[in-house]
């Protein structure tokens, strides 16, 4: 519920940003475990700390720095990161919102996000990604799951909970049953 503490965003910029920081790790070619990681960190952020409007992408994109040094064999430039925000923050504003998150944070990086989860589920379901058959149960799971992280009302669960549920949706949408 730390929404209600933020007086100038909603959960409805929440979403924005997050399918805006869904494209730009599309465009990066970043590992699935960053996009988590990166919701989870604003999340936390905006749990303790009220952010302007004006701001809410620069807390965005210094997420997103921040996953990628953790989870990338190579993350993208803070250039990159000036330029995907068309110039809107400089260099020195992403590098001090990244250092003020990972104080809030009190450096506290490692978190089961749902993506830890989902992979041990698909793998506990005996499920593969097939590259040629996209209208699998996998594939249904990992979208459902991606598709979760900009639902504001999907935080009261956890991580567990919304990767089980997202199997179990995967499975049945086409045609399986979830074992039990």
């Known amino acids: 519920t730390y929404m209600r503490q933020q007086a100038h965003i909603n959960e409805k910029m929440r979403a924005i940003l ?29 749990l303790g700390s009220p952010v302007e409007r ?6 965005g994109v210094s997420a997103l ?3 990628s040094k953790y989870e990338e064999i190579y993350p993208p430039e803070v250039r990159d990161l000036v330029y995907i ?8 504003q992403i590098l001090t919102m990244e250092s003020v998150m990972l104080n809030t944070l009190k450096f506290r990086m490692t978190v089961p996000t749902t993506m830890v989860f989902l992979e041990r589920f698909l793998k506990a379901a005996g499920l593969h990604r097939d590259k040629e058959n996209k209208k699998d149960a996998w594939a249904a799971s990992t979208y459902l799951c991606e598709r979760m992280l900009q639902e ?5 669960f956890r991580p567990s909970v919304v990767a089980a549920a997202c199997v179990s949706l995967g499975l049945l949408a086409r045609g399986q049953e979830p074992q039990r």
């Open 152 to 156: 504001y009302k999907m935080l009261r």
């Open 54 to 59: 004006s701001n809410l992408q620069l807390v």
């Open 18 to 46: 997050i399918d805006w920081l869904v494209e730009v790790h599309l465009k990066f070619k970043l590992v699935p475990e960053t996009l988590y990681l990166t919701v989870n960190l604003i999340d936390r952020y905006l």
């Open 65 to 67: 720095l921040l996953a």
């Open 85 to 92: 925000t068309d110039r809107t923050y400089t260099r020195n």
